[in-house]
């Protein structure tokens, strides 16, 4: 197969239109991926709910990536699809490659998070620690890189969402994992701190890293 370059501006960076293009193709095949997940899922007898993670087992530790990528019914997946899909778009037009580095953490982190704190006799899964980690990146990382616009999508980002993100980190919701919730949360807010400080250094400048 042949194709042409996808041009580029002076500092190395996909002009707005290609980088808008990629992060959507992106955020709808994971958000496809999970659904076909949950296809599989249903049509196997609820197979894959056994990635889910039970805490402080040592067995587990395996489903800590898995986890984000099962959902226990079509109704839990739904919930997580639209604002995985928004959060994750505004998210990956920073760029693809450090949207890439920016979940692995979140889901990396969240996961570990939900197996050291999560009540005993549990199995948690599902996309929200990572769309609670997304919501805290974009709400921070526009201040931690003194961007205007990164600034003004963290405000719509909080008027849009806000209520909700606190409203699942309330202890009271029976059968919410509000545990995945805080800590993918507090990591999203890590990650944007890491990399913002990353890309303040001079070969970010240049148009070099993520």
Do not use: Y
Not at 31 to 50: F, R, T
């Amino acid at each position: 197969m042949a194709g042409t370059p996808v041009p580029r501006g002076a500092e190395g960076a996909w002009p707005r239109g290609a980088r808008a293009k990629a992060a959507a193709k992106l955020m709808l095949g994971w958000v496809a991926l999970l659904w076909l997940l949950e296809v599989v899922d249903v049509v196997s007898g609820h197979v894959l709910d056994g990635f889910g993670i039970v805490p402080r087992t040592p067995s587990e530790l395996v489903d800590v990536v898995p986890a984000s990528f099962v959902h226990f019914g079509f109704a839990h997946v739904a919930a997580n699809s639209v604002p995985l899909l928004v959060l994750g778009f505004l998210a990956a037009l920073g760029g693809i490659r450090r949207f890439v580095v920016v979940c692995a953490l979140i889901i990396v982190a969240d996961g570990l998070g939900v197996w050291l704190i999560s009540p005993p006799d549990t199995n948690t899964a599902g996309a929200s620690g990572l769309v609670f980690g997304l919501f805290g990146f974009l709400l921070v990382t526009g201040f931690v890189e003194r961007r205007p616009l990164g600034v003004l999508a963290g405000l719509l980002v909080a008027a849009v969402w806000g209520g909700s993100i606190l409203a699942g980190l309330a202890p009271t919701q029976s059968g919410v994992s509000w545990q995945g919730h805080l800590v993918g949360l507090v990591a999203g807010v890590a990650a944007a701190f890491v990399l913002g400080r990353r890309a303040s250094g001079p070969a970010l400048r240049a148009g070099g890293g993520l």
